[in-house]
């Protein structure tokens, strides 16, 4: 009876236990992995530069190589491990790349950040859903935009690249009688930015090919790789 009396205190004790929820990890790790963000990898684009001026009748293209590479980690302002992106220009004269500028890049829980021109800049939000927007200016002093992903872990062919799994940022998709703006960023997974997009026009009577005023940017990867 003694025997019978202490199981059944036991098995009441043990339903009274509170049960405690176990908060569980968020796993970003194949997410991140667009971002490209390892020392030494480096990516090379073709870029074309459009110039629009329509009342002076300059409509100027510029064709150049551009580099970006990641480099050494360091702790930044607020003290948290963060990595250098080196920016270079291709110099015709020698041959060799010219270092432009130096950013940096780091993965801080769900945002991908790259500090542009002392501007804190969210590149990727974690994770990566459809149509979920966000405001990449959220930690800098530019005014509040919203990105969204158009496109993610979609297989893309650029030059004679095959890329399995890429995502497409779009930043910026405005069209009215007299403006018409168009940015996108793809990402490739473990690589990086593979290709870039940007128009700022202005433009007549919503045809997109009566450009009055503005600029347009093309970034193309052509290479890359480690070093």
Known sequence: ???????????????????????????????????????????????????????????????????????????????????????????????????????????????????????????????IKLSTPWNPSVLSSTNPESYVYSSIHSPININSFHFDSTLTVLQNNYYTLVDYKLQTETYARKIGMISKYYKNLRIKNFDTLQVKKGEEWFYTLTKYGQE
């Not at 004790?13 to 908060?23: A, G, H, R, T």
């Not at 790790?29 to 629009?52: P, R, T």
């Not at 580099?67 to 930044?76: E, P």
């Open 1 to 127: 009876m003694r025997f019978i009396l202490l199981l059944f205190l036991s098995s009441y004790l043990i339903s009274c236990e509170k049960i405690v929820d176990v908060p569980v990890k968020e796993d970003f790790s194949l997410d991140i992995d667009y971002f490209g963000l390892k020392k030494g990898n480096f990516i090379e684009y073709d870029v074309v530069h459009i110039v629009h001026d329509d009342e002076v009748d300059i409509h100027d293209t510029l064709n150049f190589k551009f580099k970006t590479l990641v480099g050494d980690t360091f702790t930044d302002n607020q003290g948290r491990k963060a990595s250098k992106f080196i920016r270079f220009t291709w110099n015709d004269v020698n041959d060799t790349w010219k270092i432009k500028d130096v950013w940096s890049a780091i993965i801080d829980g769900k945002n991908a950040e790259l500090v542009e021109e002392n501007q804190r800049i969210v590149k990727l939000s974690f994770p």
